[in-house]
């Protein structure tokens, strides 16, 4: 299985922009934090574009910038939108390709996704990049105070450089190491997308910062989806749909045949 270490020195930061409505857009900024002086020292002259050329500009490691996202049932990702997108290179999205079902018609879990991107584009943008969501319809809930709104939290989304070892030597090394870290009780091996590699795959990730809500910080974003409410609405959609339906048929009779 692979390797896991963390780039130290730089964190990224999520959040929604707002409004964000039924097609919300997340936002990840790469930014520096705060060490204490002997770590601040030490990597005083890292900085992530230096990083990104030292690790793709590797004789023995091929390295790719990638976030990897799971997502609720109640949302999901276009990947064709997102093909389009110049600062992706590339696109995976497992699950749920149907963009027209609401939510109440699946059955699973949700999405997952590992976007992979051009990080000559983040640079160039302060940082920062942008990943479109939409959001499905939701199942119409029996609620008398107005138009509900259900709360959807969902993890923030996992930044890294997805690294291969490319040389042979360097390749033996890596996976004695993974073979010594297998005895820990902490390594884990179930992660969706550590799955897909073997064990010549190092990922070096930056850490998230989390997001601050209600007084606290959370791994976990948050955004509201509006439902419709049966209680109220659905006799009046029904008579609406009634008066139309009956007002065309007669407007079209009349206009045929009288």
């Given amino acids: ?42 990597y005083k002259r890292l900085n992530l574009e230096l990083i990104n050329e030292k690790l793709s500009g590797s004789d023995y490691l091929k390295c790719d910038f990638e976030v990897n996202i799971d997502l609720p049932k109640d949302i999901f990702l276009d990947k064709y939108q997102l093909m389009n997108d110049k600062s ?10 149907d963009l027209e079902l609401p939510s109440y018609k699946i059955d699973n879990w949700g999405q997952s996704a590992t976007l992979q991107l051009d990080f000559n584009e983040i640079v160039e943008n302060d940082f920062k990049f942008e990943i479109p969501l939409h959001l499905r319809y939701g199942e119409p809930t029996l609620n008398e105070d107005g138009l509900p709104l259900r709360d959807i939290k969902f993890p923030q989304f996992d930044t890294y450089w997805r690294c291969n070892y490319i040389d042979p030597k360097k390749t033996d090394e890596i996976i004695q190491e993974i073979e010594s870290v297998k005895h820990s009780l902490f390594y884990q091996t179930r992660l969706t997308y550590q799955l897909l590699h073997g064990d010549d795959t190092i990922f070096y990730h930056i850490r998230n910062n989390g997001s601050f809500e209600n007084g606290t910080y959370s791994n976990y974003m948050s955004t509201y989806v509006p439902v419709g409410n049966i209680s109220s609405d659905a006799e009046t959609v029904e008579l609406v749909t009634l008066i139309v339906v009956v007002t065309s048929a007669f407007y079209l009779i009349k206009r045929l045949f009288l």
């Fill in 1 to 42: 299985m692979p390797m896991h270490r963390s780039i130290p020195k730089y964190v990224s930061n999520h959040k929604i922009l707002k409004p964000s409505g039924m097609h919300p857009v997340y936002e990840i900024t790469l930014s520096e934090q705060k060490l204490s002086k002997a770590l601040d020292s030490r």
């Fill in 88 to 97: 992706f290179t590339s696109v995976d999205v497992i699950n749920n390709a």
